[in-house]
């Protein structure tokens, strides 16, 4: 569980230096950018350590990172485009613990305990209560609406199945006799996004708006979000897996966008709302119920 809640707190960190350099790089060079450089950090990090011995669970997590930062993320971005930022964090978080707890009950046959369902029910319910758009705020169109929800729902399976492919792979590790450590694991579902990441950037090369990189001023954020994302956090989101059932994890991890209200108002001045705040705490009172219930 505390890896699982450091990887929230990594994440929700991240995504406030990855706003800040997509802005300045566009979204599609800045996610490629950020996994290359976690990728370099993991692999010197793992060089100055020692030889790893991944063994034939490796490919798992390579496979991973293809769904999950692949797939899932060029889904998410899609439907943000469509749908603005609430809408697709709530698809994506508050689908994705059920789908992972399902996939991986389908998959592996892990079952959750009926407690643990009732508290991440908990967690989902504050999340939802949070980020639910008000009647005030403005609505997309209809096509937009539509094609914006169906890929929210396709970022929830690729989070989904990613978490269960990882889980798959630690289960083949152990099987091998070689046990994957989470930078090892972080290390290869990157490399996973950092292959399929090309197709993307060919595939939107007409959608996403054309501006000049201000390397410069995104080199800092862009520094930021590799460390606190796809390198901290991404390690921390492993070595969660590694020990947790995925729904489970996927349940914790939905508070990241909750988290990130209080960090937007400290960086950007955007007072949050009083629902936003009454849902986060009962989310964190969904995580405190859940890890009572893993003790």
Request: net charge positive; charged share 10%.
């Amino acid at each position: 569980m505390l890896f699982a809640l450091l990887t929230v707190l990594c994440w929700s960190s991240s995504s406030i230096a990855s706003a800040r350099s997509a802005k300045h790089l566009g979204p599609g060079l800045a996610n490629f950018c950020r996994l290359i450089i976690a990728s370099i950090i993991l692999a010197g990090w793992l060089f100055a350590v020692g030889p790893a011995s991944w063994g034939p669970a490796a490919w798992w997590f390579v496979a991973s990172g293809v769904i999950a930062l692949g797939f899932g993320d060029t889904c998410l971005f899609i439907s943000y485009q469509r749908l603005g930022a609430r809408l697709p964090a709530l698809f994506t978080h508050c689908l994705g613990a059920p789908l992972g707890a399902f996939i991986e009950w389908l998959w592996l046959g892990t079952a959750l305990h009926p407690a643990e369902v009732l508290w991440m029910g908990v967690i989902l319910g504050g999340v939802a209560l949070a980020l639910i758009p008000g009647r005030d705020e403005d609505h997309p169109l209809a096509g937009q609406f539509a094609w914006g929800c169906l890929f929210g729902v396709l970022s929830a399976v690729g989070l989904a199945l990613g978490a269960v492919t990882s889980r798959s792979g630690y289960a083949a590790a152990i099987a091998a006799g070689t046990p994957m450590p989470g930078l090892d694991a972080a290390l290869l579902r990157n490399l996973g996004g950092v292959v399929f990441m090309p197709l993307v950037l060919l595939l939107g090369r007409g959608a996403e708006t054309r501006t000049r990189p201000a390397w410069r001023i995104a080199w800092p954020w862009l520094l930021a979000t590799s460390i606190l994302g796809p390198a901290l956090g991404i390690a921390a989101y492993q070595t969660a897996l590694a020990r947790l059932p995925a729904g489970i994890v996927q349940a914790v991890l939905a508070l990241v966008p909750v988290v990130v209200i209080p960090l937007v108002w400290w960086f950007d001045g955007e007072r949050p709302r009083p629902r936003g705040l009454i849902g986060g705490l009962i989310g964190a009172a969904g995580v405190a119920g859940l890890a009572i219930a893993r003790s």
